[in-house]
């Protein structure tokens, strides 16, 4: 196989959380009463580490207003019902696949360590991944640090390596430290902005991805 490990994003590319993130991030804002943006702006930071999506959309934030509307977002987003996580098609069973083939799986995500934990665990995808790494734990994306973790982690070169992401943060980031990238149609950004970075392909079903094995 030419690839060692399978790198995956979280939001938008495992699970269908955008509505549920949108939602979130509009309830913490009127929560602390900044303007709300609009679906199309607040839907464009996911991936991002939650610092740096909250100062996209509000540059003028100090650190403790960002506390504030993280906690908040926080909040919402563990407490509301609408909040179930939901997977897309053909993860877990692609997953599966993956693994019985000896691949390393790993996730690089915008997510805190805390929330990602909480959903590994409602989704029951923990089991499936060697290791994680999260925005509150390194750089948020498109920085590649995360990427680089994980590299060392394994004790793989990035071009033994392959990213899926739905985001050009997910792309750009695999593109800075020359690791191969699979974009998904079916999440946050749309098809033209993932071509900007180049990936191998852009793939409509996440099975698909198991034509790069």
């Given at each position: 196989m030419k690839y060692k490990a399978f790198i995956f994003d979280w939001d938008g590319t495992l699970v269908?959380?955008?509505?549920?993130?949108?939602?979130?991030?509009?309830?913490?804002?009127?929560?602390?009463?900044?303007?709300?943006?609009?679906?199309?702006?607040?839907?464009?930071?996911?991936?991002?580490?939650?610092?740096?999506?909250?100062?996209?959309?509000?540059?003028?934030?100090?650190?403790?207003?960002?506390e504030s509307v993280r906690g908040h977002y926080s909040n919402y987003f563990f407490a509301s019902s609408s909040g179930a996580l939901k997977l897309f098609d053909g993860v877990i069973s692609t997953l599966e696949s993956l693994q019985s083939f000896g691949l390393n799986l790993a996730v690089a995500t915008g997510k805190s360590r805390n929330g990602l934990d909480k959903a590994l665990h409602s989704t029951g995808l923990k089991a499936f991944f060697d290791v994680e790494r999260c925005a509150d734990e390194t750089k948020s994306k498109p920085h590649p640090m995360m990427l680089e973790e994980i590299a060392e982690y394994f004790s793989f070169a990035p071009s033994e390596m392959l990213m899926v992401g739905d985001t050009e943060y997910d792309l750009e980031m695999a593109a800075r430290i020359g690791m191969d990238s699979v974009g998904v149609s079916y999440g946050v950004h749309d098809t033209e902005r993932l071509l900007r970075h180049r990936p191998l392909k852009i793939v409509d079903k996440f099975s698909e991805i198991l034509t790069l094995t």
């Amino acid at each position: 196989m030419k690839y060692k490990a399978f790198i995956f994003d979280w939001d938008g590319t495992l699970v269908d959380s955008e509505r549920h993130i949108v939602s979130s991030i509009e309830h913490a804002a009127q929560e602390v009463g900044l303007p709300l943006r609009t679906y199309s702006q607040m839907k464009d930071i996911i991936g991002l580490g939650m610092k740096e999506a909250l100062l996209v959309l509000y540059p003028d934030l100090n650190d403790s207003e960002i506390e504030s509307v993280r906690g908040h977002y926080s909040n919402y987003f563990f407490a509301s019902s609408s909040g179930a996580l939901k997977l897309f098609d053909g993860v877990i069973s692609t997953l599966e696949s993956l693994q019985s083939f000896g691949l390393n799986l790993a996730v690089a995500t915008g997510k805190s360590r805390n929330g990602l934990d909480k959903a590994l665990h409602s989704t029951g995808l923990k089991a499936f991944f060697d290791v994680e790494r999260c925005a509150d734990e390194t750089k948020s994306k498109p920085h590649p640090m995360m990427l680089e973790e994980i590299a060392e982690y394994f004790s793989f070169a990035p071009s033994e390596m392959l990213m899926v992401g739905d985001t050009e943060y997910d792309l750009e980031m695999a593109a800075r430290i020359g690791m191969d990238s699979v974009g998904v149609s079916y999440g946050v950004h749309d098809t033209e902005r993932l071509l900007r970075h180049r990936p191998l392909k852009i793939v409509d079903k996440f099975s698909e991805i198991l034509t790069l094995t």
